[in-house]
């Protein structure tokens, strides 16, 4: 089950990695009005995943903390 799970991985990887060459175009954003920042696509998108990700992930982890420590004796 191992190797699949690799194997899932790895396709996955190639299908991230393809699609941020294909679109390695600079893109330029408005923070605020007078505050511009001219980035690439992908890490665009990659910082976008991760501000939606990373307080799920954390709140996730937290409760398990907390899960964890209240079912010891």
Do not use: C, E, H, Y
């Amino acid at each position: 089950m191992g190797i699949v799970r690799t194997i899932i991985w790895v396709l996955l990887t190639a299908v991230l990695v393809i699609f941020a060459m294909a679109n390695w175009i600079p893109v330029t954003v408005t923070i605020w009005p007078g505050q511009v920042l001219d980035t690439k696509l992908p890490v665009l998108i990659l910082v976008a995943f991760l501000i939606g990700f990373l307080p799920t992930w954390l709140a996730l982890r937290a409760a398990r903390w907390s899960l964890k420590r209240s079912a010891r004796p």
